[in-house]
């Protein structure tokens, strides 16, 4: 059956829930690697930068500084780190071998073939 869905979105919303949130599982796994890395990346930034620098306590301005330099890296990071379980995650999705889906191991391997 045709309808609108999210957005405005016009589609095929003949499957239920189960077709609108058939992406689910593989955008929580994304989100939690992502968030994951960048907290441990930004907490272990901060402590290297005040270690190694400890006047940068002193004042706001220099303390918020160290943030700034912390978040960057740390966004930096995750995205490097995230982006191949992005992709292979992406690719597994995409990709339904007999009606069945890839294993994201065996999806792996088949993307780097």
Excluded: W
Aim: charge should be negative; glycine fraction near 14%.
């Amino acid at each position: 059956r045709e309808g609108v869905g999210v957005g405005g979105f016009v589609g095929d919303f003949g499957g239920g829930f189960k077709t609108l949130y058939a992406g689910f599982p593989s955008l929580v796994t994304r989100q939690v690697i992502f968030g994951s890395v960048k907290f441990l990346a930004f907490e272990r930034a901060c402590e290297a930068l005040f270690a190694a620098f400890p006047s940068l306590h002193e004042t706001t301005a220099t303390a918020l500084g160290v943030s700034l330099v912390a978040g960057a890296l740390s966004g930096a990071l995750s995205s490097v780190i995230s982006q191949p379980a992005d992709s292979i995650l992406t690719y597994v999705a995409k990709n339904k071998v007999d009606n069945a889906s890839v294993g994201v191991f065996d999806g792996g391997m088949l993307m780097v073939e």
